[in-house]
């Protein structure tokens, strides 16, 4: 398996991703919904 | 001292419809989750990818109701970002990315060198203006450069070929050189893309 630990800690900082990203999300959940029909689940993204 | 809404009862909100819980729960985890996958990938835009495809992920999740709190909120995303730095990896392993350095491009290798429509129209049409001009010359001058440019011929092929000396062909193409700028300036002809 690809060793994905860093070597130098030093290039480990504390960062936030960007606002944007997080209000993305956001309008990504309010345009999502799921609807169950006979047992099956419909997914759908409503703008 | 303030008051703090658990994990678990924001996620049990957020299923119930309450999008404000979502917005909580990022805000919260927002620099943790971030920070562990920087420290994995280190760079901030993959981080940015990875951590927007780790909430997807969550929130899919979530509205499914197909999430069963069996351990904590923040280790279950922990270990989707997790899954997903590994798939990163595994994918740039089998496409690996090559940005190359000041002493190699990889695009003067790949790079499509081709002009563009437009300017191949251009360049035909120059080309075209060009032979026009080349057959104001006279014969003799025409001949010469025409074997030089077009066919790529040396100055010794030449004379062998119009039976005039190497000095006498060389002349002609000077004249035939002269000649065509006379006729472009003359005609102010723009021979140019």
């Keep these: 398996m690809e060793n994905i630990y860093v070597n130098n800690k030093k290039e480990c900082k504390l960062i936030k991703v960007k606002p944007e990203t997080i209000q993305f999300l956001l309008d990504y959940s309010k345009s999502l919904h799921f609807v169950e029909k006979d047992g099956i689940v419909f997914q759908s993204n409503l703008n | ?193």
């Design chain 2, 1 to 193: 001292m303030e008051f703090q809404v658990e994990d678990s009862v924001l996620v049990n909100n957020f299923i119930s419809g309450d999008e404000k819980a979502l917005e909580i729960l990022i805000n919260r985890h927002n620099q943790r989750i971030s920070s562990f996958i920087y420290s994995k990938v280190l760079d901030r835009d993959v981080t940015e990818d990875i951590f927007q495809d780790t909430f997807i992920k969550v929130i899919k999740t979530l509205k499914k109701g197909t999430y069963s709190e069996e351990g904590k909120f923040l280790p279950w995303v922990m270990r989707i970002a997790h899954n997903l730095i590994i798939d990163h990896f595994r994918r740039n392993k089998r496409m690996p990315m090559f940005e190359g350095n000041e002493d190699f491009n990889i695009f003067s290798v790949i790079g499509d060198d081709k002009l563009n429509a437009e300017k191949q129209l251009i360049k035909d049409q120059i080309d075209t203006d060009l032979r026009l001009l080349i057959d104001e010359l006279p014969d003799d001058q025409r001949e010469v450069l025409l074997m030089r440019i077009y066919k790529d011929m040396s100055f010794k092929e030449i004379s062998e070929n119009t039976g005039v000396s190497i000095n006498t062909a060389l002349g002609r193409m000077r004249y035939a050189l002269i000649n065509l700028r006379k006729i472009i300036d003359k005609n102010n002809i723009v021979l140019t893309s």
